[in-house]
Each structure stands twice: as C-alpha cells, then as structure tokens.
C-alpha cells in the first residue's frame, strides 16, 4: 500500500482532477465503425467532510459514470482520484479494500440492488463479516441494531424477512442500512429516492441526514429531480454531456443560475408554488454523445449562443460570486428573477 | 351543467390473485367534462393505471371490471360487445403509455406504424394514402414529415413519445388518456411533450386524462384533478381549489411531500406505508396514516360528500 503522500490539513475529503472516462462502442467481429462515447471528459471538483454534493443533469450526461468513478467501480481512463490524501485513481483491489470500507454507494433501485433470497437482516450484517470487522454473532447483533436505527421495527421481526415481503421504501431503508453498517465517510447515493413513492420520500431523506450527521459524512447525490438537489445538497454540480457546466452553492446555482442550460432546467422543473412560470426554452434534445457538437457542446440547444461558441469550448471559470460556470457568455446575475417577473 | 365526456358510475376492478382479491379500482363515481384537461394523480398501487386501463376495457387478467357503468357518448362502455369496443379504441378513446420503446415495434418504420391505425379503422385501404395521412400526422406532433421513413431506434425518446402521440390522435378521438407519458423522459422534453398534449387538445377539441404520480405536473396541467389512494377517488375538484385549499388529509399529506424548486426548503412526507389491498385497512383506507382521524374513521367507510365544487371522501366533511 502506498504511504499517504501528503497531509492534508484542509478538511477537503475528497479531490477530483480531470477525470475521463470513454467507452468505446463497435469495432467488434461484427464489424462497424468503432464509436468512441465520451461520458466523463474532464471533471474537477473538491468535496469537504460531512458536505452533500449533487450531481444532476439529463439522462446520459455522465453523472452516474462520474460516481462510479470516484468510487473506482468503473476505471478512469485518465485524471486524479485523491481521497482522504491519497491516490486512489491507480490502486490495485488489493490495495483499495482498506478504502472499499470508507466508501459505500447507494443505488437506485432497491428492488435490483438487494439478493431476493437472503434474508435482510444477513444482508445488513455481511458487509461487516466481509470487511472482517466482526464475527457472525457481533454482526447480526449490530445488523439488530442497525434495523432499529433505520425503522425497521421490531428489529427481531424484520431480521428474517426476505425483500419481496417489505414495501420499496422499507426496502430502500435495508439498502442504506447495509451502506451504513460499516460508518463510512463517504457515501454515493444514486437517485435514491426516485423509485421511491413521494410519500415516503422525506423519511428516506431524513435518514440519509441523520447518518451524515452521525458520521461527518460526505455525500455526492446523483439526481435528475432539482427541486430534490435543493433539500438535501449543499453544492450543485450541474452536467452537460460529460461536463460539469455550472457549480456552486445549491441555491445560488438554482435560484440564480449563470449558464443557460441551468436555467432552462430550473425553469422546465414542474413547480407547485410557481405554476405559471416563464420557461427559458432550449431547442431540440441531449446531442449524440458519440458525436459531439464543436465548441460549447451546447449551443446548438442555446438561445444566446454567439459565432465563438460553435468553435471555441468554453472552460468553467469563476464568477463574480464565487460560482463556476462554463460559458463564454454568461446570464447576468440576477437574469432568472427578472425573466420569471417578466 | 356542463357536459361531460365521459362519466364513471360506481366502477370497481378486482385482481383475482393466488393470495386474494385486489381492489385495484373502488366504486369510483365521477364526471369528465368535455373539453377538459383532467390528471388523476397518486402513489403506486393507488388504482389510477387500472382505472385508464378500465376506461379502454382493457384490463389485464386477472383483473375484471366487477361492477359500475362507463358513460361515453351516451353508450355505457361495459356493455357494449367487443367488436364495437374494438371500434371506438384509437378512434374515440386513445391512449399512449408510459415507454415509447415497448409501444413500438422496433423493426418497423414509424410511418407504417401510424399508417396501421388507418387502415385497422377502415379510412383507407390503400397503404400510400395511409402512409401520406401518417407524414401529415407526424407534422401535426412537430417531427418532419420525411421521418415517416425512421425506425424508432433513429429517433430521441422525445420523438417516439411524440410517434405515439401522433398515432394516438390519428383519428381525432373525443378521449385522450396519456399514461405517465414523461415519466421517462428528461424535464426539458417532458414539458414539451406536455406542450404538445395541450396544443392537441385545443387544436383536435379533445379531452385529455393525465395519469401521473407527480403532483406538481398535474398541478400546471389540469383543469381538474382527481386524488386516488387504495382504488378510492378521495379528492376530485377543480386544480386551483385543491391546490389552494386541500379538503382530504392524504391531498394535503401528497402536496406537502412534494419538494418544490421554489417552495420550502423542506418536505413533510406521510407517515407509515401505503395498505396491502388484498387485506385493507377498515372503514377509511388511509386512516392509519391520517393526521386528523378521529372516532368513526377506522368503523365506518366514508362515502361521497359534495363541498362546494368538489367531491371528498372523508369523514371531517360527512356531518
């Protein structure tokens, strides 16, 4: 195992540089034009402990590859992983177990994500037996409690119950029990409450909180819900095919938005309290991830977008306030209030 | 009073399963108006898919129309024979399903496919005059007549959704019932497909029924909504009043729940788990999550009490 290289006295977590990932589709025996799909290319960001990230963005935009990444389900193909001071971006398995600990991801779908035939309460004890944090019998007495914690109750009740006989949102509890068993620092929650009736979403969100509360725990949400990002996250990267295009503190990027896609998001969101809003329209859909627009991969989608913006990518840069965005002519500050008055 | 479309008189749909009966759809009683937009909105298992299913005929064994009348045109639907049922499907009453993927054939061009429902329907026999009706309808759904020629896999999700929609419309029906129709799709497109509904509807003077599990897309969409919960309508009023001031505690629970891009930076949620219908809570269904149940609602079901303009079924508003 690699020796830390460097203490870092910042409470900065997690650090992301450049990060890349491209699948590569055809080109097999069957033959056909091999087709390069750029799903992360070139993503930087920091996270702090006990901070909630949310990445959010249209379907295909990279933003579950981009979790699975720092996770290191998936390899890069190029860029930095540091956790915690170290390098994690080319550990072998053997050297990433200590961190496998520390690090836990929760799925979308808790029907998928859990084993239909073993019991639940096995299924919330094994992470520690697999980590060798406990013999069988300490085990099942935290899985016991770990029942508790989550809701499920009576614990003795729940423990021998297999998944088909629990609703989804008991179900999504036993997966974050099973994610929390072993006091991670860092979690990846994937769409977690998107499968989950709205009922019971604010149960499941509450629980997420009480845990990051308990644990200092760090935390990047994947969701495609804005209005979902705004309760739980306290930064926002917003994603564009493969890119991060605005980021910064979750209200400022929502609320007052400098990049247009953003505000076509916020705007397209279905809202209760804002029924009759002004929509900033975009044109057409997400282009082909195999064959990406030149320059700003979205302009051709954008209403402002100028003759530079066809040839010219624009890179995140700081505003004025401290948020990231990236484009070449960015929505004044204040742009969104106005619109939605006018 | 206002005409109505279509007009559903105590109609109930069991699922008769291994473990036992489902009511999946409980004597629900309400009047469409003609012309309308009108969302029934609710969580899994709340009967709202099995009633757009019944309003077609078409439920899925083991699942039976049990009892009730389904008023359309003045014809009840549940007695009519088959054939003529066949008849007014696509024609009269359409429908479009949630995954635009699984509702068309993969290896068949689209044009051919919206050409189909002409000549099931006897418009033309001739598959060139079907073919230049389908380009037209394809335009009317905004895609580029030339796309007639695409296979769906060529297409964007939004675009097949938008295939669906224009074979569904085809004939210009009276009823459209849209099924979850975004619920795949990303926000940006999802608000344009719904553009497109209530383009159609004004444009072809249909009436539209939105099934959906959002509330707050029903809520910029409707003229009316219907809350469903355990096969029950329990709320069924016009949008800005069931917004405003919601009577049933479960439509106050659901708007509460929903997080809101420009609301509260909280979300309340509903405690406890929605009833096993196979084995449902006694008197009203949702009194074991209710906040303001009190003594008569775990005895007595509640049945249908007008308050103004709306219909609720709780017992706050039965005495």
């Given at each position: 195992?690699?020796?830390?290289?460097?203490v870092?006295?910042v409470?900065?977590l997690l650090?992301?540089r450049?990060?890349k990932?491209?699948?590569?589709?055809?080109?097999?025996?069957?033959g056909?034009?091999k087709?390069?799909?750029?799903?992360?290319?070139?993503?930087?960001?920091d996270?702090?402990r006990?901070?909630?990230?949310a990445?959010?963005?249209e379907?295909?935009c990279?933003?579950?590859?981009?979790?699975?990444l720092v996770l290191?389900l998936l390899?890069?193909?190029?860029?930095?992983?540091?956790?915690?001071?170290?390098?994690?971006?080319?550990?072998?398995?053997?050297?990433?177990?200590?961190?496998?600990?520390?690090?836990?991801?929760?799925?979308?779908?808790?029907y998928a994500s859990l084993n239909p035939?073993k019991?639940?309460?096995?299924?919330?004890?094994?992470?520690l037996?697999?980590?060798?944090?406990a013999?069988k019998?300490?085990?099942?007495?935290?899985?016991?409690?770990m029942?508790?914690?989550?809701?499920l109750?009576?614990?003795?009740?729940?423990?021998?119950?297999?998944?088909?006989?629990?609703?989804?949102?008991?179900?999504?509890?036993?997966?974050i029990?099973?994610a929390?068993?072993?006091?991670?620092?860092f979690?990846v929650a994937?769409?977690?409450?998107?499968?989950?009736d709205?009922?019971m979403?604010a149960?499941?969100?509450?629980?997420?909180k009480g845990?990051?509360e308990?644990y200092g725990?760090a935390?990047?949400?994947?969701?495609?819900?804005l209005?979902?990002?705004?309760l739980?996250?306290d930064k926002?990267?917003?994603?564009?095919?493969g890119?991060?295009?605005e980021?910064?503190?979750?209200?400022?990027?929502?609320r007052?938005?400098?990049?247009?896609y953003?505000?076509?998001?916020?705007?397209?969101?279905p809202?209760i309290t804002?029924?009759?809003?002004?929509?900033?329209d975009i044109?057409?859909?997400?282009?082909?991830?195999?064959?990406?627009p030149?320059?700003?991969?979205?302009?051709?989608?954008?209403?402002?977008a100028?003759e530079?913006?066809?040839?010219?990518?624009?890179?995140?840069?700081?505003?004025?306030?401290g948020?990231l965005?990236?484009?070449?002519?960015?929505?004044?500050?204040?742009?969104?209030?106005?619109?939605?008055k006018? | 009073?206002?005409e109505?479309?279509v007009?559903?008189?105590?109609v109930?749909?069991?699922y008769?399963?291994f473990?036992?009966?489902?009511k999946a759809v409980?004597r629900?009683?309400?009047?469409?108006?003609?012309?309308?937009f009108?969302s029934?909105?609710g969580?899994?298992?709340?009967?709202?898919s099995?009633?757009?299913?019944?309003?077609?005929?078409?439920?899925?064994?083991?699942?039976?129309?049990?009892?009730g009348?389904?008023?359309?045109?003045g014809?009840d639907?549940?007695?009519?024979?088959?054939q003529?049922?066949?008849?007014?499907?696509?024609?009269?009453?359409?429908?479009?399903?949630?995954?635009?993927?699984?509702?068309?054939d993969?290896?068949?061009?689209?044009?051919?496919?919206?050409?189909d429902?002409?000549?099931?329907?006897?418009?033309?026999?001739?598959?060139?005059?079907a073919l230049?009706?389908?380009?037209?309808a394809?335009e009317m759904?905004?895609?580029?007549g030339?796309?007639?020629?695409y296979?769906p896999?060529?297409?964007?999700?939004?675009?097949?959704q938008?295939v669906?929609?224009?074979?569904?419309?085809a004939?210009?029906?009276?009823?459209l019932?849209?099924d979850?129709p975004t619920t795949?799709?990303?926000?940006?497109v999802?608000?344009k497909?719904m553009?497109?509904l209530?383009?159609?509807?004004r444009?072809?003077?249909m009436?539209?029924?939105l099934?959906?599990?959002?509330i707050?897309?029903?809520?910029?969409?409707?003229d009316?909504?219907?809350?469903m919960y355990a096969?029950?309508?329990?709320?069924?009023g016009?949008?800005d009043?069931?917004?405003e001031?919601?009577?049933?505690?479960?439509?106050?629970?659901?708007?509460?729940?929903?997080?809101?891009?420009?609301?509260?930076?909280?979300?309340?949620?509903i405690p406890g788990?929605p009833?096993?219908?196979?084995n449902?809570?006694r008197?009203?269904?949702f009194?074991?999550?209710?906040p303001?149940?009190?003594?008569?609602?775990?005895k007595?079901?509640?049945g249908?009490?007008k308050?103004d303009?709306?219909?609720?079924?709780?017992?706050?508003?039965?005495?």
């Amino acid at each position: 195992m690699p020796l830390v290289h460097e203490v870092i006295v910042v409470s900065v977590l997690l650090s992301v540089r450049g990060l890349k990932k491209y699948f590569v589709q055809g080109g097999g025996i069957l033959g056909g034009e091999k087709e390069v799909v750029k799903a992360v290319d070139g993503v930087s960001f920091d996270m702090k402990r006990g901070e909630t990230l949310a990445l959010v963005g249209e379907s295909g935009c990279g933003k579950t590859t981009t979790g699975r990444l720092v996770l290191r389900l998936l390899e890069p193909d190029d860029g930095e992983i540091i956790f915690d001071g170290v390098n994690i971006t080319h550990m072998s398995m053997k050297e990433l177990r200590p961190f496998r600990r520390r690090m836990q991801m929760i799925y979308q779908d808790p029907y998928a994500s859990l084993n239909p035939r073993k019991p639940i309460g096995e299924a919330i004890a094994e992470p520690l037996i697999v980590h060798g944090l406990a013999e069988k019998e300490e085990a099942k007495e935290q899985a016991m409690k770990m029942l508790e914690r989550v809701g499920l109750t009576p614990a003795e009740d729940f423990y021998d119950r297999i998944p088909s006989q629990l609703s989804g949102g008991q179900r999504q509890r036993v997966v974050i029990a099973r994610a929390m068993i072993l006091k991670p620092e860092f979690v990846v929650a994937d769409e977690p409450v998107s499968m989950i009736d709205v009922s019971m979403r604010a149960s499941i969100l509450e629980l997420l909180k009480g845990f990051q509360e308990e644990y200092g725990l760090a935390m990047i949400f994947i969701t495609h819900d804005l209005s979902v990002a705004r309760l739980v996250a306290d930064k926002i990267a917003v994603m564009y095919l493969g890119k991060i295009i605005e980021y910064g503190p979750v209200d400022k990027v929502l609320r007052d938005p400098r990049h247009p896609y953003t505000a076509a998001l916020a705007t397209a969101a279905p809202s209760i309290t804002m029924r009759r809003r002004k929509r900033l329209d975009i044109k057409g859909e997400i282009a082909d991830p195999r064959n990406l627009p030149l320059g700003c991969r979205f302009h051709p989608r954008c209403p402002y977008a100028k003759e530079d913006c066809a040839s010219k990518e624009p890179e995140l840069r700081e505003m004025d306030d401290g948020r990231l965005t990236a484009c070449h002519y960015p929505l004044e500050e204040g742009f969104l209030d106005h619109w939605l008055k006018g | 009073m206002v005409e109505s479309v279509v007009r559903l008189e105590d109609v109930s749909v069991h699922y008769y399963t291994f473990t036992g009966v489902v009511k999946a759809v409980d004597r629900v009683t309400l009047d469409i108006p003609r012309g309308e937009f009108v969302s029934f909105v609710g969580e899994s298992g709340s009967g709202k898919s099995t009633l757009a299913l019944a309003l077609l005929r078409l439920v899925p064994p083991p699942g039976r129309i049990v009892s009730g009348r389904i008023v359309f045109n003045g014809m009840d639907l549940l007695s009519l024979p088959e054939q003529k049922m066949r008849e007014l499907r696509g024609k009269s009453i359409s429908m479009v399903f949630q995954d635009p993927m699984t509702s068309l054939d993969p290896v068949r061009k689209v044009g051919e496919q919206i050409a189909d429902v002409y000549i099931e329907h006897g418009v033309t026999t001739d598959m060139e005059e079907a073919l230049k009706l389908a380009r037209e309808a394809l335009e009317m759904v905004g895609i580029p007549g030339d796309r007639v020629n695409y296979y769906p896999h060529q297409l964007s999700g939004g675009q097949r959704q938008r295939v669906l929609i224009a074979a569904a419309v085809a004939l210009k029906p009276s009823l459209l019932i849209a099924d979850e129709p975004t619920t795949a799709l990303d926000v940006i497109v999802q608000a344009k497909i719904m553009d497109l509904l209530e383009d159609l509807m004004r444009e072809l003077k249909m009436s539209v029924i939105l099934i959906t599990h959002d509330i707050a897309l029903a809520a910029e969409r409707s003229d009316r909504i219907a809350v469903m919960y355990a096969g029950r309508v329990v709320e069924y009023g016009p949008v800005d009043a069931i917004i405003e001031n919601p009577l049933h505690p479960y439509t106050r629970g659901l708007l509460e729940s929903a997080p809101d891009l420009w609301g509260e930076k909280r979300i309340k949620g509903i405690p406890g788990n929605p009833p096993d219908l196979r084995n449902p809570p006694r008197g009203c269904p949702f009194h074991p999550r209710c906040p303001r149940r009190f003594d008569p609602c775990d005895k007595d079901e509640p049945g249908y009490v007008k308050v103004d303009d709306r219909i609720v079924s709780c017992h706050l508003y039965t005495r």
